[in-house]
């Protein structure tokens, strides 16, 4: 089965919002090692970046709360 553009479109933009409700989450729970912090870090960064560049800017101030977050 292959989806159409609009659809895998639909799947990543909520993928990229699922893996950002998570580290969120994850942002709270003082026993997540630093690495992990760092790495989910990384990874919201570019899911942000794409998501600007894409016009989906809703999101960016709650996306980099959750950075500095995982920050500490």
């Given at each position: ?10 799947l ?10 998570i ?13 992990i ?36």
């Amino acid at each position: 089965m292959k989806l159409s553009d609009e659809d895998r479109d639909r799947l990543a933009l909520h993928s990229a919002f699922a893996v950002h409700q998570i580290a969120r989450w994850v942002a709270t729970q003082p026993d997540v090692a630093p690495e992990i912090r760092e790495r989910l870090r990384a990874h919201i960064s570019a899911i942000e970046g794409v998501l600007v560049t894409t016009g989906h800017d809703w999101i960016k101030d709650e996306i980099e709360a959750t950075e500095r977050a995982l920050a500490g």
